[in-house]
């Protein structure tokens, strides 16, 4: 087959779009002019998202945004009452869709389930009651540490029911990890399942749980889903099996009025120093987000079966169910991973179900083509409309790859980014407009998004710069979780007057945008994050090292793998027992995702004339780039050391 390496837009796509009916609504002309008027009157704007979807309230708003703080601090949906799942279930069984599928499940080892709206309700309800029964309040914190199974999705909706507030984390963290955010957010229980699957090894999930509660003093309840039937230690007074907590209740369980502003998520997200950072969504924020993203740019319609092979603990895992109930669609989830127990699971899911709506991560599909295109030949994908990419930026083979054999020219890569904090994204391709490989149209409507040198200039075609935003959004992280300040910092304090991001990006002479990766030292391995300081703290903890580097390193199938550059306390041996010492303690803190790839022992690392690790040197080092300003490093020779290590 000829690659192929631009995509042209469909005519027929548009003309069937919700954008081109929301255009037509609003007398609005073409995509320029969309952009004009989203910026030019946002609370027009942002009105009109949320009334084109049908956004529902218990009591209507009075004012759609309030920026007399600053746009730092923004209000949305101002006076207005609401709750997520008044309009990812509520509103759809009383019109009458409860028999449409909700959920397609299928497990690593084949086995499958098909939830209907109907029983997607009944669960969400019965576990709830039970939730309530507990003593769980409303603001109140619940983590939720779970496979991707059907019940995550319960559980999901089930807190934001009460008024409380979910919290999901990876189901491949360790101990470590889940203590720093369950302490942090002061979380009240947590949902959790026995074990699950992974690449065909059953993974217990409880038994880190239990780990970890030794250290979380606000711990109540742990609430265990029977998943895969192993052995698990049961503590009388905390722990309960899921199937007695939700055994009672039924559909006509309450969902309570919350404030729109209210937050019903936290989601935490690492940055490059000190404790993951605590993203706040409200009730109105997130799905009023996803109506723009997913319901305006990815065209989502009530029939649409979205796949998206994911994790609770990243953002994509809320935004899957949220989009999906939002709308009145289908969710196509599988347990494990996209290529296990074949290597063509991802295709076959998908034309077993009839997806219509992929998403994909670049690092999945530079895993499917080392198996070739011939494994996505043997699979009907010809339902296939949409495809949404995120997680890390593309490299050109495989967009073209993914284009030429999966989407065959006719369905788009809907190239998209933002993250946790956004709620969504900043970037995103258009269905309007040709996209070349990596490629995005530019900045999401009604965000004010821009490239920009450090001055706040912006840059010339092609020309690197930061990737910024100038206006509010509604999926806006509300602060930061009790920390107010560091919420100004991170986003607000480099560049007056401008959201950053911490993207490189550039916009070439046709227009078009492409991002480049993070300007700060944020680890991701195969889209999850995590910050270096938490790595760093957990090599530390050995008492076998004085300091550490966690650094992110080109992969070609995961975009980044970890490598640790580390300092042994004297009278240590730097030998091979040590490294394997280091490599348990993280493989036991951060889970079996995060094995480094590689840990090197050194006498010092570079530092600043204030004495800050410069993690920019370390992995300039490492991967034998340019090292760029060394006028603030203080100890020069320790580059020679690193270097000596490397080769």
Known sequence: MKPIEIWEPVPELFANSNLRRFMQAHAITDWD????????????????VLRFHDFRFDRPYTQVMDTSRGIEWTRWCVGGSTNLVLNCLDRHIEAGIGDRPAIFWEG??????????????????????????????????VGMYMPIVPEAAAAYLAVA???????????????????????????????????????GKLVGMKSVVDEAARDIPSLRHTIVLRRAGNEVDMHPGRDLWWH???????????????????????????????????????????????????????????GDRIQWMSDMGWLVGPLLITTATFFGGTMVIGEGTPDYPDPD?????????????????????????RNGPELVAKHDLSKLRITVSTGEPWNPDAWVWFMTHVCRGRAPILNYSGGTEIGGGIVMSSILHRAKPCSFTGGVP????????????????????ELVMSQPSIGLTRSLWRDDARYIESYWSKIPGYWVQGDFA???????????????????????RLGPAEVESMLVATGKVAEAAAIGVPDDVKGQTLVCVCVPVPGVAADARLIDELTQAVLHGAGPGFRPKEILLVSDLPKTRNMKI?????????????????SSLVNPEALEELRKAVT
């Open 446 to 465: 009604g965000c004010g998004a821009a490239v920009v040198t450090l001055d706040g200039k912006p840059v010339k075609p092609g020309e690197t710069g």
């Open 345 to 369: 699971r991802l295709w076959r899911l998908a034309s077993r179900y009839g997806t219509t709506v992929l998403g994909i991560a670049p690092t999945a599909v530079r895993g499917a083509m």
């Open 244 to 302: 007695e907590v939700a055994s009672e209740g039924g559909t006509d369980e309450l969902t309570l009025a919350m404030d729109a502003e209210a937050p019903f998520m936290l989601m935490h997200t690492s940055g490059t120093t000190g404790k993951p950072k605590g993203t706040v969504h409200s009730h109105c924020g997130f799905p009023g987000r996803i109506a723009l993203d997913m319901g305006l740019m990815a065209d989502f319609k009530p």
């Open 33 to 48: 002019e969309l952009n004009a008027r989203a910026e030019r009157e946002p609370e027009w704007y942002w009105d009109a």
């Open 506 to 528: 550039t916009i070439d002479a046709d227009g078009l945008w492409y991002l480049h990766g993070r300007s700060d030292d944020t680890i991701k391995v195969a889209g999850k």
């Open 161 to 199: 029911k009460i008024g409380a507030i979910i919290m999901p984390m990876f189901s491949g963290f360790g101990s470590d990890a889940i203590v720093t955010r369950m302490v942090d957010a002061e979380a009240v229980a947590i949902i959790t399942a026995d074990g699950t699957w992974r690449r």
């Open 108 to 141: 690593e080892n084949g086995e499958s389930r098909q939830w209907s709206y109907h029983d997607l309700n009944l669960e969400t309800c019965r576990l709830a009651h039970g939730l309530r029964k507990l003593g769980v309040r409303p603001g109140e914190v």
């Open 614 to 630: 410069m993690r920019r040197v370390v992995r300039s080092v490492y991967t034998g780039s340019g090292l760029g300003d060394l």
